[in-house]
Nanobody, 119 residues
Framework: QVQLVESGGGLVQAGGSLRLSCAAS????????MDWFRQAPGKERELVAG????????YYADSVKGRFTISRDFAQNTVLLQMNDLNSEDTAVYYC????????????WGQGTQVTVSS
């Protein structure tokens, strides 16, 4: 079992920055990849960014490319999502999720953290 806990969300003005953290615990050796998703009210869940647990092969959705950076803190077993130049379209609940294999199945999800960008 893997447990994921997100933190770092909040209210920020347009153009501002936030850094989200996803702390993993439990059977972390089973993790091969961590992804960040977001879901805004009335919209489908969107894959925002992802990274292999080894910190290789980062992925970014076109909507965040150049503004968001995903990284891994090996000492803390944490995946970070640095979000810069935020705009109102980034307002959503952000979730991290872990994979243990290359299928589309996610082994664990965090509880989510709210990001609200005011214009």
């Amino acid at each position: 079992q893997v447990q994921l806990v997100e933190s770092g969300g909040g209210l920020v003005q347009a153009g501002g920055s936030l850094r989200l953290s996803c702390a993993a615990s439990g059977d972390i050796f089973s993790i091969i990849r961590m992804d960040w998703f977001r879901q805004a009210p009335g919209k489908e869940r969107e894959l925002v960014a992802g990274i292999n647990w080894s910190a290789s092969n980062p992925y970014y959705a076109d909507s965040v490319k150049g503004r968001f950076t995903i990284s891994r803190d090996f000492a803390q077993n944490t995946v970070l999502l640095q979000m810069n130049d935020l705009n109102s379209e980034d307002t959503a609940v952000y979730y991290c999720a872990s994979k243990k294999d290359d299928t589309h199945h996610y082994q664990s999800w965090g509880q989510g953290t709210q990001v609200t960008v005011s214009s």
